[in-house]
């Protein structure tokens, strides 16, 4: 019944930006948590970024000071906010929340959005 949907994905230059967003959206009664994955060819899937319920937010060494999480609860939206890009920031980029439906606490994903940093 749940459904996060993504955009914002694309192709941009090194230093540039980009900013993502992931919509839930269906019946969605509680939200404990929302973040960020990516996924790097030959490379292992790395957490980027979290935010829970309370607005506590946390970032993978690699991308502090350059990615800011955000969320707008009324929508339940999460962002993430890409500067100085480089293109080790390549990967397909996966959100995901833990919500309460219907159905118990459970973690549901977005579809996958391709971000491409290259000159």
């Known amino acids: 019944q749940v459904q996060l949907v993504e955009s914002g994905g694309g192709l941009v230059q090194p230093g540039g930006s980009l900013r993502l967003s992931c919509a839930a959206s269906?019946?969605?009664?509680?939200?404990?948590?929302m973040g960020w994955y990516r996924q790097a060819p030959e490379k292992q899937r790395e957490l980027v970024a979290t935010i829970n319920s309370g607005g506590t937010t946390n970032y993978a060494d690699s991308v502090k000071g350059r990615f800011t999480i955000s969320k707008d609860n009324a929508k339940n939206t999460v962002y993430l906010q890409m500067n100085s890009l480089n293109p080790e920031d390549t990967a397909v980029y996966y959100c995901?929340?833990?919500?309460?439906?219907?159905?118990?606490?459970?973690?549901?994903w977005g579809q996958g959005t391709q971000v491409t940093v290259s000159s």
């Open positions: 995901y929340a833990n919500l309460r439906s219907f159905t118990p606490k459970s973690r549901y």
């Open positions: 269906g019946s969605i009664f509680e939200t404990y948590a």
